[in-house]
């Protein structure tokens, strides 16, 4: 029997071949059938096999959402279909696979929960604190409270120089107000329970949580939203249009000409969904259409050409959120972004 496996002490597949103790019996997809006469030593070699694939699961999930998204662009309204599996698993395999792109990043001797705890430390403290726990022993639930109580230490600090939910809020405060909103929010199903905008920082986000956001108390009397969203969240967006204080009014199609995947159609489009506020009923620009062919890019990222169009389209002063790069005229919140640059974007925009 001839069968892909995973390495006890790595956690890396290898091919097993017919007369190792981990290849023994009937591996199926609903179950594991053992011979008689297996010995002790060649059952607990099995276990271990088995340790090893559950350790490795995750990293396996998100090494293949990330080689999807390069290659077919955003994936996961598709791979929920495909998995079967919940957002929240495939937003924080995804994730915790993009901290450590490089497998050498990846230590053999940590699990993928201690990993997931690292992956919001900056690169820097990222390194400090699993060679902390790799070199302690620590358990993961220790690991947690150790990065908890050094985290205004050097080097196990996460990051707090970008922005946060808090700064939007701020942004309230200083009175200042837009005409134009660009999202791409980050959603998360309501019963995944990370209650992610806990302390501020947020990573993925509930429909519930994106409502809270003061959008409504920055927006001009005549304000657009344009919105993306997903297969899975088209019918939720309503809500988010109502908390902050807008009205659907038409849709935009962004058509990838590379195959996408899925258990109906394949996917290769995405949803971009306008809204309105006060008498802001037009475009300025008349002349645009309601789909653009432009290829995927990487990590999820909205083409510029849309941003272009909405330049066209509405009036600013403009502010994106859950963005992820600074741009030439808007003012970018996003958990990417540092905060300086938000502040200074907004002076320059004013």
């Known amino acids: 029997m001839n069968f892909d496996a995973v390495d006890r002490d790595t956690g890396e597949v290898v091919e097993v071949r017919g007369g190792t103790p981990a290849s023994r019996g009937v591996w199926g997809a609903v179950g594991l059938r053992l011979p008689e006469g297996m010995s002790f030593e060649e059952w607990q070699s099995v276990g271990d096999t088995l340790k090893a694939m559950e350790r490795s699961v995750m990293w396996w999930v998100g090494d293949w959402l990330r080689f999807g ?15 079967d599996s919940a957002y929240s698993t495939l937003a924080n395999a995804k994730w915790v ?22 992956a919001a430390l900056d690169p820097e403290a990222r390194f400090a604190a699993l060679s902390l726990a790799e070199d302690s022993g620590l358990s993961v639930r220790d690991f947690r409270e150790c990065i908890r109580q050094q985290k205004n230490r050097v080097g196990v600090a996460p990051s707090s120089e970008t922005c946060t939910v808090e700064d939007l809020w701020k942004l309230v405060e200083t009175g200042r107000k837009y005409g134009t909103f660009y999202a791409d929010p980050p959603w998360l199903y309501d019963n995944q329970g990370t209650r992610a905008s806990t302390g501020n920082h947020y990573g993925g986000m509930t429909v519930e949580e994106l409502c809270e956001l003061p959008i409504r108390d920055l927006a001009l009397d005549d304000a657009h939203l344009h919105l993306w969203t997903t297969n899975a969240f ?39 969904l306008t809204a309105i506020r006060g008498d802001a009923k037009r475009f300025n620009d008349k002349s645009l259409m309601s789909w653009m062919e432009v290829d995927r890019g990487r990590h999820s990222a909205k083409p510029e050409q849309v941003r272009g169009a909405i330049e066209r389209a509405s009036t600013g002063p403009y502010l994106e959120l859950f963005g992820r790069s600074p741009a030439p005229n808007w003012a970018v919140w996003g958990n990417e972004v540092e905060r300086g640059l938000l502040y200074r974007d907004v002076a320059e925009v004013a």
């Open 69 to 83: 998204e390069t290659c077919y662009g955003e994936t996961y309204s598709q791979a929920l279909d495909v998995t």
């Open 97 to 118: 696979a993009e901290k450590y792109p490089d497998l050498s990043l990846r230590r053999e001797n940590l699990s993928w929960s201690h990993h997931k705890e690292a």
């Open 234 to 272: 088209i019918f939720e967006c309503p809500k988010i249009f109502d908390a902050w204080g807008f009205e659907f009014r038409s849709s935009f199609v962004w058509c990838k000409p590379q195959m996408g995947i899925g258990n109906y159609w394949r996917n290769s489009h995405e949803f971009l």
